[in-house]
């Protein structure tokens, strides 16, 4: 069976580049455009992995991150932050919400797929 992977952004073209990308490599795509719809599907459907934009209306992903951690599916699921925010402050608060790894915008679909399956063995 595919894995599953939620990606979360509120950028469509974002949102359909990395499902493009994903999905051309077997894995099942769930999409939400803020972090809050995130949350609702991530709690419908358990997934894989999650992939996440920092900056978005509702609910930002760090938010997102803290709110997954909490729920007992997702302690341990990996969780990557998908964003244009690149500075180490930044990626020390991704790193205390939980966040498995970090990945800038604009991104590679090669090294993308790379973190991926790092990510799910």
Same mark, same amino acid.
């Given at each position: 069976?595919?894995?599953?992977?939620?990606?979360?952004?509120?950028?469509?073209?974002?949102? !359909? #580049?990395?499902?493009?990308?994903?999905?051309?490599?077997?894995?099942?795509?769930?999409?939400?455009?803020?972090? !809050?719809?995130?949350?609702?599907?991530?709690? +419908?459907?358990? &997934? %894989?992995? &999650?992939? =996440? %934009?920092?900056? #978005?209306?509702?609910?930002?992903?760090?938010?997102?991150?803290?709110?997954?951690? =909490?729920?007992? *599916?997702?302690?341990? =699921?990996?969780?990557? #932050?998908?964003? =244009?925010? *690149?500075? %180490?402050?930044?990626?020390?608060?991704?790193?205390?919400?939980?966040?498995?790894?970090?990945?800038?915008?604009?991104?590679?679909? +090669?090294?993308?797929?790379?973190?991926?399956?790092?990510?799910?063995?």
């Amino acid at each position: 069976m595919a894995k599953s992977i939620l990606t979360v952004d509120d950028s469509g073209s974002i949102r !359909q #580049m990395v499902s493009f990308t994903l999905k051309g490599a077997g894995y099942e795509v769930i999409e939400a455009a803020d972090g !809050q719809e995130g949350l609702d599907k991530a709690r +419908q459907k358990s &997934v %894989d992995l &999650v992939l =996440t %934009d920092q900056n #978005m209306p509702r609910m930002d992903g760090l938010t997102l991150i803290k709110t997954l951690r =909490t729920l007992p *599916s997702y302690r341990t =699921t990996p969780i990557l #932050m998908l964003t =244009t925010e *690149s500075g %180490d402050a930044m990626k020390m608060q991704g790193r205390a919400a939980g966040a498995t790894g970090w990945l800038v915008k604009p991104f590679d679909p +090669q090294k993308l797929l790379e973190v991926v399956k790092k990510c799910l063995g």
